[in-house]
């Protein structure tokens, strides 16, 4: 079946550090990909996605690049805030079909020092 | 900005007692998701509407059931409620066409004592 798995955390990083946050999948078909993220108290917010290979998503300063070659869709982010603290989710839908439901991930929790 | 709103925000059941959670899609996103989301944990599918039919369904018992209606609302309806039953619940909708992610709502924490 279809499934995602990323980095267990949490992540610590001091502010400006460089942050990846590894997210690889298994799906048929060609599914669309996607990084949530989760306030404290809030719910989910879609951080950035992509819909095919070698696609980039970005958002905000965070990219990820589909690589259906070593199925993966890793986070990336140059320089990180304190403000970029929260949960991220990998996620994934497998088509376009009313019928796709969103799988996650157990997310990733990074705090980030100032 | 999001387009998905929930109600209520928190609510506190005991129980053995039954809940009903409201959801408002944007207009034109005919599909709607539900997600439990227990602490610590990524959300999993509980059920998917599309046109006012289920069209999908995650690993939850019967007494988890919904209802979609014309105007993109829909509720979540839990009976018979158990402790385990505590956690945030998400709405999340999409339109039809198209490889869209879904908007999600802010969630309403259930906590069953």
């Known amino acids: 079946g279809n499934s995602v798995t990323q980095m267990e955390g949490p992540v610590t990083l001091s502010e400006e550090a460089f942050l990846t946050i590894n997210c690889t999948y298994t799906a048929t078909g060609y599914p669309s990909l996607f990084w949530y993220v989760q306030y404290p108290g809030e719910g989910l917010q879609l951080l950035l996605k992509a819909t095919k290979a070698d696609d980039k998503g970005s958002n905000k300063g965070f990219e990820a690049t589909y690589r259906k070659e070593t199925t993966s869709f890793h986070l990336e982010k140059g320089s990180v805030q304190v403000s970029d603290s929260a949960v991220y989710f990998c996620a994934l839908t497998a088509g376009y079909s009313s019928a796709s439901k969103i799988i996650f991930g157990s997310g990733t929790r990074l705090s980030i020092r100032p | 900005e999001t387009g998905v709103t929930q109600s209520p925000t928190h609510l506190i059941k005991t129980r053995g007692q039954q809940v009903t959670l409201r959801c408002s899609s944007q207009?034109?996103?005919?599909?709607v998701s539900w997600y439990q989301q227990a602490l610590g944990q990524g959300p999993q599918f509980i059920f998917q509407y599309y046109r006012e039919e289920e069209n999908g369904r995650g690993n939850f018992p019967p007494r988890f059931s919904g209802l979609q209606f014309p105007n993109y609302s829909s509720e979540l309806n839990v009976n018979a409620l158990e402790l385990d039953d505590s956690a945030l619940y998400l709405c999340?909708?999409?339109?039809?066409?198209?490889?869209?992610?879904?908007?999600f709502g802010s969630g309403t924490r259930l906590t069953v004592v």
């Open positions: 999340a909708s999409r339109p039809l066409q198209g490889p869209y992610g879904y908007t």
């Open positions: 207009s034109g996103h005919n599909t």
